[in-house]
């Protein structure tokens, strides 16, 4: 059977947590408030919507609709200047070489991602030519760890969920692969990301020889 390899996006393909956390941090200290590296943990794998909530919640702030979503689209407008001059040199080691396996051997690619500047990072960092399909948080009603994006980014390749490979790094993820019936793989800390059937801390970890494996399973 044909298979199908759905990568995220932040903390696996590129390291755009940095920018996030800025961004939020830069909100909640407009509200009054403080907010850690430790606190963004909380963020990974999450939809910018919920992010906010907890947000609030780490604050003790309440918010009126109005304000709810002024400052999503404020926290967002602060990312995006983050990121406007992210290239190539922001993708994580010895990811375009895995990619560039796949793509040369036909194998179906795809993004699956929470974020909503899934395509333009991609653009910026010189890899949207190796995807299939993008599935971000543009085309899901829910958030990981629902399934809903992996599945849908199956069905885009055109490949059986049972045949599709996921690289996360957040728990949220790894749970919403499994859930799909995916081979799931953690990337960062294996007792964090426990659940994962294969762990590794980076793509420096990854042998060709590995993925060809799961290709030919």
């Given at each position: 059977m044909?298979?199908?390899?759905?990568?995220d996006l932040d903390?696996?393909?590129?390291?755009?947590?940095k920018?996030?956390?800025?961004?939020?941090k830069?909100l909640a200290?407009?509200l009054g408030?403080e907010?850690?590296?430790?606190?963004?943990?909380?963020?990974?794998g999450?939809?910018?919507?919920?992010c906010?909530?907890?947000?609030?919640?780490?604050g003790?702030?309440?918010?009126?609709?109005v304000?709810?979503d002024?400052?999503?689209?404020e926290?967002?407008?602060?990312?995006?200047k983050?990121?406007?001059?992210?290239d190539?040199?922001?993708?994580?080691?010895?990811?375009?070489?895995?990619l560039?396996?796949?793509k040369?051997?036909?194998?179906?690619?795809?993004?699956g991602?929470?974020s909503?500047n899934?395509q333009p990072?991609?653009?910026?960092v010189?890899l949207?030519?190796?995807?299939?399909?993008?599935?971000?948080g543009?085309n899901?009603?829910?958030?990981?760890?629902?399934?809903?994006?992996f599945?849908?980014?199956a069905?885009q390749?055109?490949?059986?969920?049972?045949?599709c490979?996921?690289?996360e790094d957040?728990v949220a993820?790894?749970?919403a692969a499994?859930?799909?019936n995916m081979i799931?793989?953690?990337?960062?800390?294996?007792?964090?990301?426990?659940?994962?059937q294969f762990n590794f801390?980076?793509?420096?970890?990854?042998?060709?020889e590995?993925?060809?494996?799961l290709?030919?399973k």
């Amino acid at each position: 059977m044909k298979k199908g390899f759905i990568f995220d996006l932040d903390g696996v393909i590129v390291d755009t947590a940095k920018y996030h956390y800025l961004a939020w941090k830069k909100l909640a200290n407009e509200l009054g408030f403080e907010f850690t590296h430790a606190q963004n943990e909380l963020f990974k794998g999450v939809s910018r919507k919920r992010c906010l909530e907890i947000l609030l919640e780490i604050g003790n702030r309440e918010a009126t609709q109005v304000e709810f979503d002024l400052w999503m689209v404020e926290k967002n407008v602060d990312y995006l200047k983050y990121i406007e001059n992210m290239d190539a040199s922001e993708i994580l080691p010895d990811v375009p070489k895995i990619l560039e396996f796949l793509k040369s051997n036909n194998i179906p690619i795809a993004l699956g991602s929470a974020s909503k500047n899934a395509q333009p990072i991609l653009e910026k960092v010189g890899l949207l030519h190796y995807f299939d399909a993008i599935v971000d948080g543009n085309n899901v009603t829910k958030a990981k760890p629902d399934p809903e994006v992996f599945l849908l980014a199956a069905k885009q390749l055109g490949v059986n969920a049972a045949d599709c490979i996921v690289f996360e790094d957040a728990v949220a993820g790894v749970e919403a692969a499994n859930a799909a019936n995916m081979i799931s793989i953690g990337i960062g800390d294996k007792n964090i990301l426990s659940e994962a059937q294969f762990n590794f801390r980076d793509f420096t970890e990854i042998s060709i020889e590995f993925i060809q494996e799961l290709i030919d399973k």
